[in-house]
């Protein structure tokens, strides 16, 4: 299984120096044809999308989760309102580790 990001530079940054690779976007329109090319993977289990993007973009992400498989998560933005963030730990979670 393949886990992808989508997000801003400083989103995307900070999971490619773990190891996960990612799509940097600057609008949420082109994080969603990103999203929905991922989805079509069938490699790709998880695609984790920067929270400051899916705001506009929430009502087609519902739809795609609801007929693709591959799993897709908001999470916080860097510099989010949101307390500071461990993407690590928030990572393990999701995977169940």
Known sequence: MKIFTVGSKSFVTSFQLAGVPGKITDTPQKALEEIKTLTDDEEVG???????ITEEINDQLTALRAEKSTLVF???????????VDY??????ILGV
């Not at 998880?46 to 400051?52: E, K, R």
């Not at 908001?74 to 500071?84: I, T, V």
């Open 88 to 93: 690590r730990v928030m990572l393990k979670k």
């Open 46 to 52: 998880l695609v984790l999308v920067s929270d400051d």
């Open 74 to 84: 908001a999470l916080p933005a860097a510099g989010s309102e949101k307390s500071e």
